[in-house]
């Protein structure tokens, strides 16, 4: 079985920073692409950044220069670095990972984290 658990969410000033971790635990073979969305209130979920296992990175236009995609391979494990928040990155972000188990890349999503930016 494989699960993803996030970490660090909570309440921050806007203006000011958070960085959320997501590990990847189980019979794992190897991880592809590994992502973070978001869901705001009222609103579908969407695409924040995502990298693959090369390092290679794409973010949503929104966050562009402000949010930082990373990922450490030994550890199975995604990262990310929230600065400049604004009260529009309020909303439950969750960590996507594509993950080779049981003989083919399945996706696989973590519960969700919640990020709040008070003005």
């Known amino acids: 079985q494989v699960q993803l658990v996030e970490s660090g969410g909570g309440l921050v000033q806007a203006g000011g920073s958070l960085r959320l971790s997501c590990a990847a635990s189980?019979?794992?073979?190897?991880?592809?692409?590994m992502s973070w969305y978001r869901q705001a209130p009222g609103k579908q979920r969407e695409l924040v950044a995502g990298?693959?296992?090369?390092?290679?990175?794409d973010y949503a236009d929104a966050v562009k220069g402000r949010f930082t995609i990373s990922r450490d391979n030994a550890k199975n494990t995604v990262y990310l670095q929230m600065n400049s928040l604004k009260l529009e990155d309020t909303a439950v972000y969750y960590c996507?990972?594509?993950?080779?188990?049981?003989?083919?890349?399945?996706?696989?999503w973590g519960q969700g984290t919640q990020v709040t930016v008070s003005s």
């Open positions: 996507a990972a594509k993950i080779f188990h049981m003989g083919r890349f399945r996706d696989y």
């Open positions: 189980g019979s794992i073979l190897s991880i592809n692409r």
């Open positions: 990298i693959i296992s090369t390092g290679i990175t």
